[in-house]
Each structure stands twice: as structure tokens, then as C-alpha cells.
């Protein structure tokens, strides 16, 4: 089983940044694949970004390249840096876990935070 909380949530006005933290408790935290989430009001759950096992390959949504940074800390943590933020970005953010690969798809992970609001003001 592995834990994960996140943090780091908050109102920003356009423009501005937030960094989102996910901290992983339980089995071995290096042997997983990490996606980052989120859900709009009234819209699905979509895939922001993820990043392999080993740090070493990332993928981000169109929406968010060249903006959001994914990033982990190897068996402690992985990170959201969020810049430029835009009003449609705001949306509950989550992280997720799964062994092996990274995907795309939230079905494919097993493990789920509580998710951390990000409010992004015109």
C-alpha cells in the first residue's frame, strides 16, 4: 500500500505560481510511477502531468507544457511547479501512484491523494 498526500494549494491571482508537494508514506516509493491530476468544476478528471520511476521521463498535457514542471525527490516526494497560471487551470489537484510505467490514464492507478484545491483569480 503507499499513502500519498498533497500539498501546497491556494488562491493565486493570473499569471502568478504555486508549487504542489506529494508525499509518499508506506511501501517502497521509488518503485512507482507518479501522475499529477486534477478536476474542474463540472468537468472530468484529466491528466496533467507524470514522471517515471527514475526521474528520467516526464509527460505533460498541451494544456500545461512549457508551464507546469513535474519533478520528484526519489523516494520521498514529487513536485508540481505551476507558472504562468491561468484561470482554467483552477481545479482540485491530485497525485497518483502505480508500479511500473507511467500513464495517462486515471484508471491506471491504484493510489490516490486527497486531492489540494488551486484557485487561479482573473
Known amino acids: 500500500q503507499v499513502q500519498l498526500v498533497e500539498s501546497g494549494g491556494g488562491l493565486v491571482q493570473a499569471g502568478g505560481s504555486l508549487r504542489l508537494s506529494c508525499a509518499a508514506s508506506?511501501?517502497?516509493?521509488?518503485?512507482?510511477?507518479m501522475g499529477w491530476f486534477r478536476r474542474a468544476p463540472g468537468k472530468e478528471r484529466e491528466v496533467v502531468a507524470a514522471?517515471?520511476?527514475?526521474?528520467?521521463?516526464t509527460y505533460y498535457a498541451d494544456s500545461v507544457k512549457g508551464r507546469f514542471t513535474v519533478s520528484r525527490d526519489g523516494d520521498k516526494s514529487t513536485y508540481l511547479q505551476m507558472n504562468s497560471l491561468k484561470p482554467e487551470d483552477t481545479a482540485v489537484y491530485y497525485c497518483?501512484?502505480?508500479?511500473?510505467?507511467?500513464?495517462?490514464?486515471?484508471?491506471?492507478?491504484?493510489?490516490w491523494g486527497q486531492g489540494t484545491q488551486v484557485t487561479v483569480s482573473s
Open positions: 497518483a501512484a502505480k508500479p511500473s510505467a507511467y500513464s495517462t490514464s486515471t484508471a491506471a492507478y491504484p493510489y
Open positions: 508506506g511501501r517502497t516509493f521509488n518503485i512507482y510511477a
Open positions: 514522471i517515471s520511476r527514475g526521474g528520467g521521463s
